[in-house]
């Protein structure tokens, strides 16, 4: 089973300011890596996929990079919906699909 | 419209049984990888089961042998029969898929359901 760690657990941002949220992988995943937000109370929402591709409907403030066993989900001016939790997700040797622990990003 | 709506849970006793419902709209099921992934309180996002469109079935060590995934392609659902229940199962399940181009990653889920409560407690 491959294992997604993310750091940090919690990342303090102000609004305006960049945000990296990073993920890494215990073996190679390839570039099938996604990255999801989720709100409380709400499902997640995919924002990339193929660790680089943004989804339908996620704006260019998000991207996505790396391959292999390292990835970072950098959101470039956070705005105020954009304080949630994130979690990576690896779909390159499944089942099982594993996912990260999550990230949560607060207002800072 | 793209939908997905679970039905099906509530609070349970420990080894009890549950089956889950997740009605799909917009899309047929049988055509897709259907998953369920569960969120136990306050917790991270864990994979419970996939069947993908030629039948597959495959399942997380922590449900295998209890839980089992299926689909009726008449009535466009997806299924969670869940046996043996312990506290640990508690969590909202959530159905979800990958559609269009999301869907040739044959692992992101683009489509969620809302997700349904099982509290399994005595």
């Known amino acids: 089973e491959i294992v997604m760690t993310q750091s940090p657990a919690t990342l303090s941002v102000s609004p305006g300011e960049r945000a990296t949220l990073s993920c890494r992988a215990s073996q190679s995943v390839s570039s099938n890596l996604a990255w999801y937000q989720q709100k409380p109370g709400q499902a997640p929402r995919l924002l990339i996929y193929?660790?680089?591709t943004r989804a339908t409907g996620i704006p260019a403030r998000f991207s996505g990079s790396g391959s292999g066993t390292e990835f970072t989900l950098t959101i470039s001016s956070l705005q105020s919906e954009d304080f949630a939790v994130y979690y990576c997700?690896?779909?390159?040797?499944?089942?099982?699909?594993?996912f990260g622990q999550g990230t949560r990003l607060e207002i800072k | 419209e793209v939908q997905l709506v679970e039905t099906g849970g509530g609070l349970i006793q420990p080894g009890g049984s549950l089956r889950l419902s997740c009605a799909a709209s917009?899309?047929?099921?049988?055509?897709?990888?259907m998953s369920w992934v569960r969120q136990a309180p306050g917790k991270g996002l864990e994979w419970v089961s996939v069947?993908?469109?030629?039948?597959?079935?495959y399942y997380a060590d922590s449900v295998k042998g209890r839980f089992t995934i299926s689909r009726d392609n008449s009535k466009n659902t997806l299924y969670l029969q869940m046996n043996s229940l312990r506290a640990e199962d508690t969590a909202v399940y959530y159905c979800a898929t990958g559609l269009g181009i999301v869907a040739r990653s044959e692992g992101a889920f683009d489509i969620w359901g809302q997700g349904t409560m099982v509290t399994v407690s005595s």
């Open positions: 997700q690896q779909y390159n040797n499944w089942p099982p699909l594993t």
């Open positions: 917009g899309f047929t099921v049988s055509s897709n990888y």
């Open positions: 193929g660790a680089s």
């Open positions: 069947i993908y469109s030629g039948g597959s079935t």
